[in-house]
Nanobody, 115 residues
Framework: QVQLVESGGGLVQAGGSLTLSCAAS????????MGWYRQAPGKQRDLVATITGGGNTKYSDSVKGRFTISRDSAKSTVYLQMNSLKPEDTAVYYC?????????RGRGTQVTVSS
């Protein structure tokens, strides 16, 4: 089993910044892909960003240039630096790890951006 615990969410004004962290524990194996998804009320879950163990990253078009994903593989931790936040970034952000085609997800952390 894998446990993921997110932290760092909160309320911020538009244009502000937040950094999310996610610590993974349990049976973590390589290779794996860690990432962040988000889900706003009444909307589907959307990919935000992913990062492989080798550091290859992928971003949704809506966050490119504003968000940066990084990881510390030694600590099994993934980060999401979010800059220039917009009200439309408001959502619950979920950390995920995919290994051996199995996805694990954390409970999420709320990010609210006020206008």
């Amino acid at each position: 089993q894998v446990q993921l615990v997110e932290s760092g969410g909160g309320l911020v004004q538009a244009g502000g910044s937040l950094t999310l962290s996610c610590a993974a524990s349990g049976n973590i194996f390589s290779p794996n892909v860690m990432g962040w998804y988000r889900q706003a009320p009444g909307k589907q879950r959307d990919l935000v960003a992913t990062i492989t163990g080798g550091g290859n990253t992928k971003y949704s078009d809506s966050v490119k240039g504003r968000f940066t994903i990084s990881r510390d593989s030694a600590k099994s931790t993934v980060y999401l630096q979010m800059n220039s936040l917009k009200p439309e970034d408001t959502a619950v952000y979920y950390c995920t790890v995919v290994q051996y085609n199995i996805e694990y997800r954390g409970r999420g952390t709320q990010v609210t951006v006020s206008s």
